[in-house]
């Protein structure tokens, strides 16, 4: 499985890349498809989903004379284990900053 570390977030820092990647998210597609759906050029997809794949995000499937790209799991499951994270530690510095002033008596005093 992949760790955040190998996904780049920034690869979806793009429009256009986050475009195909929410595309994708809904259904598998080729890239005549995406390039139908997007106002760039069939090439400019083909650019934009070779850096998604590099970077772990999609993947490629042959079907016939074509590739039908999809949402790397692995990929997806990262970036969830990620932002988990990060509203995890944002819950316990709440909660800690929550427990502290309910137990500081200089919290108490009105000022």
């Known amino acids: 499985m992949a760790t955040f570390k190998d996904v780049d977030l920034a690869l979806l820092g793009d429009p256009m890349r986050q475009a195909l990647f929410e595309r994708l998210a809904r259904r598998p597609s080729s890239v005549g498809e995406l390039a139908r759906s997007l106002p760039i050029t069939p090439q ?11 970077g772990g ?6 079907e016939g004379t074509r590739r039908i790209y999809r949402i790397n799991p692995e990929g997806l499951a990262a970036i969830q284990a ?10 316990t510095a709440f909660q800690k900053a ?14």
């Not at 995000?57 to 042959?62: D, E, N, Q």
């Open 82 to 91: 990620y932002f988990q994270r990060l509203w995890d530690e944002a819950l």
């Open 98 to 111: 929550a427990d502290t002033a309910a137990t500081d008596p200089e919290q108490e005093k009105p000022r």
């Open 57 to 62: 995000l999609v993947v490629a499937t042959p």
């Open 44 to 54: 400019a997809v083909s650019q934009h989903l070779r850096v998604l794949r590099e």
